[in-house]
Each structure stands twice: as C-alpha cells, then as structure tokens.
C-alpha cells in the first residue's frame, strides 16, 4: 500500500543527520499537474495548501479562504476529519518533520491518512499559506481515462475564494451549476471531530491507529 512507501520515505529523511532544507509533496503517477504547483511549492515555509481537482468522484478539495485566512474546507467527504483534504493538495516543509519526530507517520486508516499525518504537526491557520492564486486555481488533478458528467452543485455568492474558483471549476468544466442542486460541500475549521474508536471497532488492531485517534 501506498502508505508504507511514505511512512519508509518520511523514516529515512528523518534518519539522516543533517536533512535538506527541501519541500515534502506526496505525488502520485494517477495525477496531473500544472508546473507552477511545483514552482509555489518551493517557498513553503511550513506548509502550504492548494486545490485538487477530480477528486473521489467530485468536482475538487480545496481549503476556504476569507481575507487570506484559512477559516474551512470545501470537500466531497468531510467524515469527522479535522483535516478533510486530498493527499495532493498539501506540502509541508522538511523542517517540520525534525520538529516532531515522534508524531510523524501516516496510519493505516482508508481515507483517513491526510487526516492522521497532519494531526502529527504543531501549526495553526496562520502558519498554512495558500497557493495556487489564493486557492483560486486548480494546478493538480487526479486523473482517468473514463468519461463521466460533471457533477452538479447550487452556489450562493460568498466572500471566500470558493466564488473565484467555483468559477475558475465551470470554466474549465469540473462542475455545474444549478440552482436545485446539492450545496457546494464545506465546512468550518472548527465543525469537525474525531473519528469514534466505538464506531470503528477494527482500528483498534493498530497501535498507530490508537495514537492517531
């Protein structure tokens, strides 16, 4: 699994006496990307945020900007993450990693492993910067060769970046407009919990699940 690729990645950077002084960004072989993600993602400072387009069936996963703050997320499945995201829609940067040595690590959770790495790292809202234009950009997809609609969502006008880049997403044709549709999904930075152990009785068999949770 793609989690035990990472998890040995991220041991031997920390393993090394003197680490660089480089960005970490999980990339995959299924997703495209436009070259100035990879240009924003250099000066990453501690870690950075930016939309993905085409994820889990939906339109995108992106953070919610207000004024340049992080206040939420926009994600087709929220679930009780604190960090709904996609796995390509952050970097962090190395530094990071020496700073919590201990914490660092990606369960074994299905759809809950961005959610866990991150829960690993000392940041707060201030600390993350948005890229791709303010999270109004799309410069990373995932991508397949099959051939499906566009999903269809109702969007009120709002005074977050989702206005910018719900329009940046009909452009370009991830989504659709319609005014008896579903709502854009999102939600508050603060709105969401942990997942239950009770609710998921086979976690426990993993001790890293346990510290995670």
Not at 91 to 101: D, E, M, R, S
Not at 181 to 196: A, K, M, N, R
């Amino acid at each position: 699994m793609a989690f035990l690729n990472r998890n040995a990645a991220i041991q031997f950077i920390l393993s090394q006496s003197n680490p660089p002084e480089v960005v970490l960004y999980f990339a995959d072989d299924d997703n495209t990307y436009d070259l100035r993600l990879f240009e924003g993602i250099r000066t990453t400072k501690k870690i950075s945020m930016f939309p993905v387009g085409l994820v889990a069936g939906s339109s995108h996963s992106s953070p919610i900007l207000k004024d340049g703050r992080l206040v939420g997320y926009s994600d087709s499945w929220i679930c009780k993450r604190k960090f709904p995201m996609d796995m390509a829609g952050f970097a962090i940067n190395i530094k990071i990693l020496a700073y919590n040595p201990d914490r660092v690590a990606m369960p074994f959770i299905p759809s809950y492993e961005e959610d866990g790495f991150l829960k690993g790292f000392n940041f707060n809202r201030e600390d993350v910067e948005a890229l791709a234009e303010n999270c109004t950009k799309v410069w990373v997809w995932h991508t397949t060769t099959i051939e499906k609609s566009a999903p269809t969502f109702r969007f009120e006008q709002s005074d977050t970046n989702l206005q910018s880049l719900f329009t940046e997403l009909q452009n370009t044709g991830l989504i659709k407009k319609s005014d008896d549709g579903p709502h854009l999904p999102q939600c508050g930075i603060d709105s969401v919990s942990l997942v239950e152990v009770v609710k998921y009785p086979f976690l426990r068999r993993s001790q890293n699940v346990l510290d995670y949770l």
